[in-house]
Nanobody
Framework: QVQLVESGGGLVQPGGSLRLSCAAS????????MGWYRQAPGKQRELAAA???????NYADSVKGRFTISRDNAKNTVYLQMNSLKPEDTAVYYC???????????WGQGTLVTVSS
């Protein structure tokens, strides 16, 4: 059974940086697409960034040029480097795994990022 555990959230000032990590159990990580989603208070969950098993990335327009998603298959971990953070980036950030072929989707428990002075 696959489980995802996020870490790295916290309070940061506008303009600051944070790096989120998501560690996966099991043995399907390397063939799975990984995504970081976020949900701000009162808003729907939205995709922030995703990376395929082959390393292809895509980003929401709101984070392009500021966020970078990467993966380390040897560590079964996906990262989200967030730079130039803005108050509107405040949200709970969730990691999601989608297996090859899409038969399995797993969510992490979420980690809170607060951008405030």
């Amino acid at each position: 059974q696959v489980q995802l555990v996020e870490s790295g959230g916290g309070l940061v000032q506008p303009g600051g940086s944070l790096r989120l990590s998501c560690a996966a159990s099991g043995n399907i990580f390397s063939t799975s697409t990984m995504g970081w989603y976020r949900q701000a208070p009162g808003k729907q969950r939205e995709l922030a960034a995703a990376i395929t098993s082959g390393g292809t990335t895509n980003y929401a327009d709101s984070v392009k040029g500021r966020f970078t998603i990467s993966r380390d298959n040897a560590k079964n971990t996906v990262y989200l480097q967030m730079n130039s953070l803005k108050p509107e980036d405040t949200a709970v950030y969730y990691c999601k795994l989608r297996s090859y072929g899409g038969s399995l989707e797993v969510w992490g428990q979420g980690t809170l990022v607060t951008v405030s002075s």
